[in-house]
């Protein structure tokens, strides 16, 4: 399955964006979005169960983000509000490659999409 990430952008701090994931076939699996900002390690934001049952997020996003998925139009999305500086990074989308999804871990994600830039400004 291929991935297309798309809907990043510049936004001032307090705003918010959403940035969707379409992938070119339907997917029974997990999906999930991921974050690298320069100079650090690409880092779980959140993921979502291929039905839409069961979602994690990472603390830092708590509360601010929100993942969902239509799979009509097999696409998944993150809306984030209230952003911060920090959240600056490339965001990307990955479909589970394992059971263990649910922690987080690179490792267990595969097929990542080219990635879509968010720009939180001060």
């Known amino acids: 399955v291929q991935l297309q990430a798309s809907g990043g952008g ?3 701090a307090g705003g918010s964006l959403r940035v ?3 992938a070119s076939r ?14 650090k390690e690409r880092e779980f934001v959140a993921a979502i169960s291929w039905n839409g049952a069961t979602t994690y997020y990472a603390d830092s996003v708590k509360g601010r ?3 969902s998925g239509d799979n009509a ?13 920090e ?6 989308c990955a479909v589970a490659a ?8 690179v490792a267990d994600f595969g097929s990542w999409g080219q990635g879509t830039q ?5």
């Not at 139009?73 to 500086?85: A, F, I």
């Not at 968010?118 to 001060?122: F, L, N, P």
């Open 10 to 12: 510049l936004v001032q």
């Open 20 to 22: 969707s994931c379409a």
């Open 26 to 39: 339907r997917t029974v699996s997990a999906m999930g979005w991921f974050r690298q900002a320069p100079g």
């Open 65 to 67: 983000f929100t993942i």
């Open 73 to 85: 139009k097999n696409t998944v999305y993150l809306q984030m509000n209230s952003l911060k500086p």
């Open 87 to 92: 959240d600056t990074a490339v965001y990307y």
């Open 98 to 105: 394992g059971s263990s999804w649910y922690k987080g871990s």
């Open 118 to 122: 968010v720009t939180v400004s001060s």
